[in-house]
């Protein structure tokens, strides 16, 4: 197991790429900025083993980057606007994207809790942002399951209706969703969550000497990026 | 009924936050494509007024829509959004919740309703497009995804597009509001699970 970031440094990181990604210019010092968030993503999608990812999230943006160096002055009108507009959802929606997915993927929920209240956010905030991190997955989960039954009863190609296909996806997603946080609030309350006494954790977290100099580092690039 | 927070409630704040924030964000997706960014406003809110329909029946005290607006707020910041988005979250959440209250969290109608108002935190995220904010963020675009785009986003974009927008918004949230009304009563209230 490689490095082992604190959660919170990775919330910066996120914060970060996410501010610098999508306001970013792509000229003078900004593409250097943008150059170092595109690939801190990489860097940490393989320091998890991701590797899968990790080489998916590397030959999009190569394509992207070629696109646009080579495709787009060759191009004009609507195929101009057609192939600007995917590479530039992909290059400012890519790392960040892949960064809240590497957060997702490498924080444990009581890991997240502990950060959380280490950063002294009240538990009105903390639970049901841990709650929403963890059903995440879950979702994509029920959709596909959905997505596999309709196929089984053979519904869904032919559904031509938008809006009838909603309902056959969003209906069942809702009921297990409710059916979800019935059992979620349950297993809470036999982790003895609902007392309002002060929880103790057994998960440790800590920032690291290397923690604080990314964090060091991010700060500065946020400098950077709002000075020029 | 102001017997504060159970963690039943925050719970239900989770997982409905999360699935609203996903209904919009694949809904939001559509918005590169510049014209669906204009009539975004519109097509959100149908989609996600109904899990949200769903949301506000559940909902039995104070607060529970505040806290989801400040999370998506938080959410959408980290994404990249501007400040604004904070006080168009905030703002809606607070309207939405007076006028839930206003129904005793129970009445169907104030549920739609406050789908409509709920709606109105859409505003946030196409405020770059308007007013100070518009030169700034148009020149950042134009480096990113080229002339054309931009061109083509500003002759969709001319000021009076803001006050469309919130009327879309408006309307947009009623639809979704009716129609996630109509699933409640077609498959929910029959299961007895409302």
Redesign the interface.
Known sequence: MGLKFDPRTKLMLMITIGLIMMSGKLTGPEYILRLVCTAIPFILLLSIKSFKSAILYAILLSGTVFCEGFIVPYTNGVMNLIVMTICGVISRFGPGYLMGWYFVSSTSVSEFITAMKKMHFPDVVTIPMSVMFRYFPTLKEEYLSIHDAMKMREIGQGVKNPFQYVEYVLVPIMMSTVQIANDLSAASLTKGLGVNNGRTHICRISMKAYDWLLILAMVSMLVIFYAF | MEKG????D??????????Y???TFIVACLG???IFMAVMPLIGPI?AG??LM?YFT?IKHF?MVL??S??IAVLM??????YPIFIFCIGAGLITELVLRAGKYESIKHCIVGSVTFSLWLLGMVIAFFFGFREA?F??LA????Q??VE?MMSYTPAWMFYAMILMCLVGGGIGGL?GAK?LKK??RK?G?V
Do not use: C, N, R, W
């Open positions: 927070f159970e963690i039943k925050l719970i239900t704040v989770g997982v409905f936050t999360a699935l924030f996903a209904v590169f494509i510049p989609f109904i899990p769903l559940k607060g806290i989801t400040v999370i910041f980290i994404m990249g959004h501007p963020y020149a950042s480096d990113g995804y080229g054309e785009y083509q129609l699933v498959h929910f299961a699970m």
